[in-house]
């Protein structure tokens, strides 16, 4: 599992997700937010990270950071529409053709404020629960993978890779953008 930071939007603030599958990363349209839990912005070294307040705590052991500060809290319904920025886009020649993507919707029923960060990475293309929630939030359900499991041509540097064999690749190329918060 990894947990990956997407960049609001003109803010030095980043959304943070917790996902086990990174091979659907650069299938990522959107995150999902429970509209009714607290959240806070919290200060971390010199970058602000969006996380459930349920879950600081715990994230913040787990990620070594005993020096931390919580700047504001609002409740989940406030993120709904906060644009971002998809770390891996430029790399995949398949996220120039979308629209009105990488946006914050809210969603009750799949979120947890049990683990992760309590925002949620989706991939309308792979999964029924994350199927659901695109089209309630008018997000595309975009799948660059071929019936053999692999990335198509429009994947970039991933094209002809098998999903779960490009999830080393991701991950590295995420950590050379400064986007892998853990692993």
């Given at each position: 599992?990894?947990?990956?930071?997407?960049?609001?939007?003109?803010?030095?603030?980043?959304?943070?997700?917790?996902?086990?599958?990174?091979?659907?990363?650069?299938?990522?349209m959107g995150?999902?937010?429970?509209?009714?839990?607290?959240?806070?912005?919290?200060?971390?070294?010199?970058?602000?990270?969006?996380?459930?307040?349920?879950?600081?705590?715990?994230?913040?052991?787990?990620?070594?950071?005993?020096?931390?500060?919580?700047?504001?809290?609002?409740k989940?319904?406030?993120?709904?529409?906060?644009?971002?920025?998809?770390?891996?886009?430029d790399?995949?020649?398949?996220?120039?053709?979308?629209k009105d993507?990488?946006r914050?919707?809210?969603?009750?029923?799949?979120?947890?404020?049990?683990?992760?960060?309590?925002?949620v990475?989706?991939?309308?293309?792979?999964?029924?629960?994350?199927?659901?929630?695109?089209?309630?939030?008018?997000?595309?359900?975009?799948?660059?993978?071929k019936?053999?499991?692999?990335?198509?041509?429009?994947?970039?540097?991933?094209?002809?890779?098998?999903?779960k064999?490009?999830?080393?690749?991701?991950?590295q190329?995420?950590?050379?953008?400064?986007?892998?918060?853990?692993?």
């Open positions: 599992s990894i947990y990956v930071k997407f960049k609001v939007k003109d803010k030095n603030e980043y959304l943070l997700i917790w996902t086990t599958t990174p091979w659907t990363i650069p299938s990522n995150i999902m937010v429970k509209p009714n839990a607290e959240y806070v912005k919290v200060k971390v070294n010199n970058e602000v990270l969006i996380v459930a307040k349920d879950l600081l705590e715990t994230l913040m052991s787990k990620f070594g950071f005993n020096d931390y500060k919580v700047i504001e809290s609002f989940g319904k406030q993120l709904e529409g906060t644009k971002y920025s998809h770390p891996l886009s790399l995949l020649p398949f996220h120039k053709s979308l993507v990488h914050v919707v809210l969603s009750d029923q799949y979120v947890s404020l049990e683990e992760g960060t309590g925002l990475h989706t991939a309308p293309g792979h999964g029924k629960e994350d199927y659901e929630v695109g089209m309630q939030n008018g997000l595309p359900a975009v799948n660059p993978l019936l053999n499991g692999k990335y198509d041509e429009k994947s970039g540097k991933y094209s002809g890779v098998y999903a064999d490009a999830d080393k690749m991701i991950i190329d995420l950590k050379d953008r400064n986007a892998l918060m853990f692993e």
